[in-house]
Nanobody
Framework: QVQLVESGGGSVQSGGSLRLSCAVS????????MGWFRQAPGKEREGVASIDIFGGTTYAESVKGRFTISQDTGENTLYLQMNSLKPEDTAMYYCAGTSGWILSRLRLDERRFAYWGQGTQVTVSS
């Protein structure tokens, strides 16, 4: 059974940093595409970042230069380092994984991801 469990969320002030983790079991995260998504109240879920087995990454324009996605293949864990946080980054953050290889241009599309965690809340105050 595939399980994705996020942790590391919390409340920080604008300009602060957080590191999210996603522990993966029942599934080899590095075999496919792993991603982070977020959903703010009243908004649709959006893709934040993704990574493939070769370390290829994709980022949403809104987080480029501030967020870094990475994975520890030995620990089967996905990370999202978030720096220079802004109030507009406030959202529930979800870890997700695909069930196969997908094109780069589709890696922030939630419809392409089969496995999801329960989410971890990030709140950034001004």
């Amino acid at each position: 059974q595939v399980q994705l469990v996020e942790s590391g969320g919390g409340s920080v002030q604008s300009g602060g940093s957080l590191r999210l983790s996603c522990a993966v079991s029942g599934y080899t995260a590095s075999s496919y595409i792993m991603g982070w998504f977020r959903q703010a109240p009243g908004k649709e879920r959006e893709g934040v970042a993704s990574i493939d087995i070769f370390g290829g990454t994709t980022y949403a324009e809104s987080v480029k230069g501030r967020f870094t996605i990475s994975q520890d293949t030995g620990e089967n864990t996905l990370y999202l380092q978030m720096n220079s946080l802004k109030p507009e980054d406030t959202a529930m953050y979800y870890c997700a994984g695909t069930s196969g290889w997908i094109l780069s241009r589709l890696r922030l599309d939630e419809r392409r991801f089969a496995y999801w965690g329960q989410g971890t809340q990030v709140t950034v105050s001004s």
